[in-house]
């Protein structure tokens, strides 16, 4: 919370919310980023213009911002080890949940499905947990 800064992160929020609003109107599509991405690799069996656009929208959007505010420097304190199993376990809990917290949190809980609260507050609740153990018991 040392760096919290209200104006972008309501900036942020508002575009993402933009974004989801969009891609359901426009396509009637849930933006849920794991099921984007899925259909990216092979066997392509639901690869489109649209999930492919919406993904390099994503990437450009982050370099576009890079070069109007410049590149936030970030560090990890976590080795490449624990990073890879993090990433597993995430790519894991998605595919549990039926689904990410781009679809669940953003775009449910905004639907009032009750599946994506409850999948929602699991994976806050998961986080919360992971965190203190982590740093509060193994140190």
């Known amino acids: 919370m040392e760096n919290f800064t209200p104006l972008s992160a309501f900036i942020g929020g508002a575009l993402i919310g ?4 969009l891609l359901l109107l ?10 984007i991405m899925d259909s990216m690799v092979p066997p392509y069996e639901r690869a489109s213009f ?19 505010a410049g590149a936030p420097t970030i560090t990890v ?20 949940g ?22 929602t507050a699991t994976f806050m609740a998961s986080g919360f947990l992971t965190v203190f153990v982590i740093h509060h018991l193994l140190g």
């Open 77 to 96: 304190e976590a080795s490449d080890g624990m990073l890879i199993i993090a990433g597993l376990l995430v790519g894991f809990g998605a595919n549990l």
């Open 26 to 35: 426009i396509k009637g599509r849930i933006a849920g980023i794991t099921g």
């Open 18 to 21: 933009l974004s989801a609003a």
């Open 98 to 119: 039926s689904g990410c917290t781009s679809g669940h949190g953003i775009c449910g809980i905004a639907l009032f499905s009750t599946r994506s609260i409850i999948a």
């Open 50 to 68: 649209w999930r492919g656009a919406f993904i390099i929208g994503l990437i450009l959007g982050v370099l576009l911002y890079s070069l109007m």
